[in-house]
């Protein structure tokens, strides 16, 4: 049975998630939209076993209880420091992912499994850096690549590969995604909680409960 194998660069996804819920349910709800963690793991990794799950992200957090979440459902966290990122002072998240993707790929290459990467970001497509070459890579050696971002913030090469192997986080977008019911710039806004997920609407593989 393969095994499934989750890159998580959670600022890519959760800005994004930021713009998809002003576009549909308005400028409000930009500061008070939420990831549904487990409904995005479990969106990710589609009941399959999963081997290694990591996610990548600046502190302080833009949610306080994000990291708490993701820690919950198993999932390996890597921290920054924001400013010192944008000092260009340590690593950047996204290349602790990919660090860990090729080291990954390294280790189990003789029993490849299924790359879930949760992201946009297609940086360094033409130099033969950046997360797609590296799926490009792994894909070439077997692994199963899926990628689950959202339309608005994904690079227009990335988007050519969720389009082939990917899963339109827009599709799932209530599912994943719920609005908390206060804000300080909206004490009265309303709370809108997830939707049940429907893996069945998954169109890439795994698609079911093996």
């Avoid at 549909?24 to 290694?52: C, Q, S, Y």
């Avoid at 090729?102 to 033969?128: C, K, S």
């Avoid at 899926?146 to 339309?151: D, H, I, K, P």
Wanted: proline share 5%.
């Amino acid at each position: 049975m393969e095994k499934v194998f989750v890159y998580w660069d959670s600022s890519n996804i959760f800005i994004g998630a930021r713009a998809v819920a002003e576009e549909r349910e308005g400028v409000n709800t930009r500061h008070r939209i939420r990831i549904g963690f487990k409904a995005m793991m479990r969106l990710a990794h589609a009941d399959w076993p999963v081997e290694k799950a990591i996610a990548a992200g600046s502190v302080p957090p833009e949610i306080r209880a994000l990291w708490n979440s993701l820690s919950a459902e198993g999932v390996k966290i890597e921290l920054f420091d924001r400013g010192a990122i944008e000092r260009g002072e340590q690593q950047t998240p996204d290349r602790v992912l990919q660090l860990q993707m090729l080291r990954d790929f390294a280790d189990y290459n003789g029993d490849p499994g299924i790359v879930v990467l949760l992201t946009g970001d297609g940086q360094g497509f033409y130099d033969g850096a950046g997360f797609h070459a590296d799926l490009e890579r792994m894909h070439k050696r077997g692994w199963r690549v899926e990628v689950l971002s959202w339309a608005n913030s994904c690079n227009q090469h990335m988007r050519q590969w969720v389009e082939a192997h990917g899963v339109p986080l827009d599709d799932f977008y209530g599912a994943v995604t719920f609005l908390k019911p206060t804000s300080e710039d909206y004490p009265n806004a309303d709370v809108r909680y997830e939707e049940p997920l429907d893996l069945t609407l998954r169109r890439c593989v795994p698609l079911t409960t093996p």
